[in-house]
Each structure stands twice: as C-alpha cells, then as structure tokens.
C-alpha cells in the first residue's frame, strides 16, 4: 500500500504521474509507485529500483532540497514555504509566466513592453529557455555519459551535439518542431534537406524522417524519449549515431 495519500501528482500525464506527499516538518516523500499510462498501471518510480516502500524522502530544507526543485521545475511563479514546512505554488503545471516571466503589469496594462516575449529570441537563446527545464540537473556534472539510456530526456544537451544545430548557422531551435503552445510536433525536416542523398534513394519511402534518425529510446518499460541528436543510427543502436 501506498501508506500516505498522494498529495501532488508529478508529469503531464503522457509518460508517467509521480506521486509526492508531505510527510512531516522534515520532509517531502516520493512515492515508489508510479503511474505509466502507456503501461496502463502502477510499477516503480523512477531512481527507485530496489529501494524499499514506502518510498524516498526528500528534506524540505537540508541537503540539496530536491522536493524544492521538482516544484521549481514543474510548477509557474513563486513557491511558498508555509508553517510545518508545507510547499505551496502559485499554480501547477508549466504555464504563460514559466516563459513569458511575470505578467501581473502586462495584464493590467497591456503593452508589448512589459512581457518577455520570445519570438524574436535567438536559436541559443530559445534553447537555453527551454534547457531552463529540459536539461540535465546542473549537479549531476558536467561530462555527458551517451551511453546512460536516462540522458536522453535531456533533448537540449542531445541536440546540441547533431551537425543539424552546430553546421546551420543558428537556425535550429526547439521551436523549428515544436508549437511551445498546443504541444504539436512538426518536425521539419524538408526545410533543410530537400533531397538527402540516399544510397538507395528509396530507403526513405513510406517512413518518417524521425524513425531512423531521431530513434526512440526507452530507459525502462513506459518511458521513451526521441533522441535529439539527429544522426545516422546503426539498427538497434539508438543512443549514440554512427561517428564518421
Ligand atoms: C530541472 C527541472 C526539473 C526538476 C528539478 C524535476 N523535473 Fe520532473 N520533469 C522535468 C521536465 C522538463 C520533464 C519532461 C521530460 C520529458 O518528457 O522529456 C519532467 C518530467 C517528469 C515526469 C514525467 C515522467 C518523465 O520522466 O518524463 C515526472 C513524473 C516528474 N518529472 C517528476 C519529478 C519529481 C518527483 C521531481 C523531484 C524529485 C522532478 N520531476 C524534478 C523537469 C524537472
Ligand atoms: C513553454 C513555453 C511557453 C509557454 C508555457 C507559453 N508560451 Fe507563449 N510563446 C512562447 C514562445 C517560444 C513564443 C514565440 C513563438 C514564435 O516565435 O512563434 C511565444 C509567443 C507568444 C505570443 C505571441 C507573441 C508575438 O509577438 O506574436 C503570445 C501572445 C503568447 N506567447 C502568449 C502566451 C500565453 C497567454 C500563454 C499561457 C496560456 C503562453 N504564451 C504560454 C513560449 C511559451
Ligand atoms: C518551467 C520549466 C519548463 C520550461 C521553461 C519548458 N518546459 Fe517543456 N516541460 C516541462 C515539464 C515539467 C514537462 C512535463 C509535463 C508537465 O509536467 O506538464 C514538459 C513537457 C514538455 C513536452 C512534452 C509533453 C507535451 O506536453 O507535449 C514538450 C514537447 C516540451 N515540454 C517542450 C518545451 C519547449 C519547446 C520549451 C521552450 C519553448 C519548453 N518545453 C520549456 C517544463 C518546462
Ligand atoms: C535548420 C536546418 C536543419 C534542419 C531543420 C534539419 N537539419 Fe539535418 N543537417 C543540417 C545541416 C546544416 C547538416 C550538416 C550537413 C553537412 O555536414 O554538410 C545536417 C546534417 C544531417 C545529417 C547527417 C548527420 C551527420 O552526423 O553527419 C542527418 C542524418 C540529418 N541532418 C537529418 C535530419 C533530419 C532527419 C531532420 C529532421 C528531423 C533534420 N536533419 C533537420 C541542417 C538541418
Ligand atoms: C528537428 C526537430 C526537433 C527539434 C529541433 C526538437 N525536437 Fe523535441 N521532439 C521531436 C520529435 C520528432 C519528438 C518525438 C515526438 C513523438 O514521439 O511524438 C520530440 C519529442 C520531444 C519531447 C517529448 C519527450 C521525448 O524526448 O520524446 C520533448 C520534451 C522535447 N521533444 C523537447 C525538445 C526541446 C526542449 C527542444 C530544443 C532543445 C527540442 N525538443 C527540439 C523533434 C524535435
Ligand atoms: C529507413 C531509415 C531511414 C529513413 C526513413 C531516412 N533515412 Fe536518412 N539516412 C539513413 C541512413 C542509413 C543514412 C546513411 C547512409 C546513406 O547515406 O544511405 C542516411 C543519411 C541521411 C543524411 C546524410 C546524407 C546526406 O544526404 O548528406 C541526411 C541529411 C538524411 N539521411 C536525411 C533524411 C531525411 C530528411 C529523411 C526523411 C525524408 C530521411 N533521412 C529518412 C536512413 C534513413
């Protein structure tokens, strides 16, 4: 059993709900039980593969305060820490003012001066708003493991390395496939490779672009992540493309 009634539940719902409770005026628990929609039922959390129930704890204060930045990361505008260490957040989820800064003046008077509007940001730029949160915890280090399948979650350091983002000139940002605001995917391939040079030219007929160069990888059963290191892959080698 879970032992605590899930208080906050963590993830878009897309490829897994983590579940986290107050426990007392030390501490945050994380459940060990997840929810996977694709799996379609409850199996480990993630990182806590032979742990024991009824899951990890996280101090509220002390250590690195980890509980504090999963709701930094998932949550908009500012937390509060109220009596007995409870975290309270101004509203879940990943919404307008986690990219478009605070917009209280904006709203009251509507002008183009007092919003962060990204549109006309850079490709680096674009990719640092988004690696705010999509990136690998600053903590873990600096030096990249390419063969840990759990890296791959972190798209900006993985597009970083395709010759797509370093040979075009900064014209490839998160933004060239994905709408920032319904979720869509286009990935656009076309715009800058018209016709690759396929050896047959018929390789490429009736399957995606992505498929084989942007392969999924799945670091445990119910999670998988594209790999943004756009490349050519070896068949059933997705984590790292074949070097030149
Ligand atoms: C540095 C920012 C950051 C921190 C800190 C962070 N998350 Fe996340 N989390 C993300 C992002 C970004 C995603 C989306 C990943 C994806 O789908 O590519 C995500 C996805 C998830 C998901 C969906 C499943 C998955 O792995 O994609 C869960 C559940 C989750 N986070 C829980 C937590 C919990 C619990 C903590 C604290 C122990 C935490 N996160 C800390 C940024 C963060
Ligand atoms: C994940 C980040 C993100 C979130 C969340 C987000 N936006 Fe945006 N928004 C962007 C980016 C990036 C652009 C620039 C898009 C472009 O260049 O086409 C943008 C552009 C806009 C624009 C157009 C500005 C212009 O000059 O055309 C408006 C208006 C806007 N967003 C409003 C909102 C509102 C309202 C919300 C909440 C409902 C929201 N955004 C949530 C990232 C985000
Ligand atoms: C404030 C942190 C934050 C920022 C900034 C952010 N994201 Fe996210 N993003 C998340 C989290 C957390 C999730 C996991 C789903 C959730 O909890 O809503 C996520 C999920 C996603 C997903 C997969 C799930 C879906 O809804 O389709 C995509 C794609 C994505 N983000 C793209 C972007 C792009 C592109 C940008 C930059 C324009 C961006 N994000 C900026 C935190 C962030
Ligand atoms: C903004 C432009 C741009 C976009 C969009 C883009 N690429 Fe690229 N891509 C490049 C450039 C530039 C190179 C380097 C070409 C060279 O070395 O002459 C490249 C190289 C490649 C390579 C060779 C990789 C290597 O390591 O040599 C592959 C494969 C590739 N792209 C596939 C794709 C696929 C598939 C997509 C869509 C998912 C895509 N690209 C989107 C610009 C782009
Ligand atoms: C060349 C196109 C392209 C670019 C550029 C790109 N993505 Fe993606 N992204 C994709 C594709 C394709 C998928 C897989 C969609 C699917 O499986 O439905 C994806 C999936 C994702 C997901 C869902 C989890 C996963 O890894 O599958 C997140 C989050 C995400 N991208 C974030 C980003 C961020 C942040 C950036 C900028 C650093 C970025 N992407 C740049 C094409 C791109
Ligand atoms: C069935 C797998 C497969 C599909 C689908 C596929 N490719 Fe490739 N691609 C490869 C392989 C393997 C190579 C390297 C060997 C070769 O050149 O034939 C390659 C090479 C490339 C290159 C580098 C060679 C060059 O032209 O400079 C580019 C760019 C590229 N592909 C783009 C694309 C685009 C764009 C699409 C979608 C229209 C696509 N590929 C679809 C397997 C695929």
């Given at each position: 059993?879970?032992?605590?009634?899930?208080?906050?539940?963590?993830?878009?719902?897309?490829?897994?709900?983590?579940?986290?409770?107050?426990?007392?005026?030390?501490?945050?628990?994380?459940?060990?039980?997840?929810?996977?929609?694709?799996?379609?039922?409850?199996?480990?959390?993630?990182?806590?593969?032979?742990?024991?129930?009824?899951?990890?704890?996280?101090?509220?204060?002390?250590?690195?305060?980890?509980?504090?930045?999963?709701?930094?990361?998932?949550?908009?505008?500012?937390?509060?820490?109220?009596?007995?260490?409870?975290?309270?957040?101004?509203?879940?989820?990943?919404?307008?003012?986690?990219?478009?800064?605070?917009?209280?003046?904006?709203?009251?008077?509507?002008?183009?001066?007092?919003?962060?509007?990204?549109?006309?940001?850079?490709?680096?730029?674009?990719?640092?708003?988004?690696?705010?949160?999509?990136?690998?915890?600053?903590?873990?280090?600096d030096s990249t493991d390419w063969g840990n399948a759990w890296n791959v979650r972190h798209q900006p350091l993985y597009l970083a390395e395709s010759a797509c983002f370093v040979k075009s000139a900064g014209r490839l940002s998160c933004k060239t496939c994905h709408d920032p605001h319904s979720g869509a995917v286009a990935p656009s391939c076309a715009q800058c490779h018209a016709k690759p040079r396929h050896r047959p030219a018929t390789r490429v007929a009736g399957s995606g672009c992505v498929s084989c160069h942007m392969p999924g990888v799945v670091p445990r059963p119910g999670l998988k992540f594209a790999n943004h290191w756009i490349g050519v892959y070896a068949p059933g080698r997705p984590l790292r493309p074949v070097q030149k």
């Open positions: 059993m879970l032992g605590f009634r899930p208080e906050w539940a963590f993830g878009g719902g897309l490829q897994a709900v983590t579940f986290v409770s107050w426990r007392d005026s030390k501490a945050y628990l994380e459940h060990h039980l997840s929810f996977y929609p694709s799996l379609g039922r409850m199996e480990v959390t993630p990182g806590h593969e032979g742990k024991p129930e009824p899951g990890v704890l996280y101090p509220v204060v002390a250590g690195d305060a980890a509980i504090l930045r999963c709701f930094r990361c998932h949550s908009t505008g500012a937390i509060r820490v109220t009596e007995g260490l409870r975290i309270g957040v101004a509203e879940p989820g990943v919404r307008c003012e986690s990219c478009h800064g605070p917009g209280a003046e904006h709203v009251s008077k509507p002008g183009l001066g007092n919003i962060v509007n990204p549109r006309k940001y850079s490709a680096a730029q674009m990719n640092d708003l988004c690696g705010s949160c999509h990136r690998k915890p600053a903590s873990a280090g």
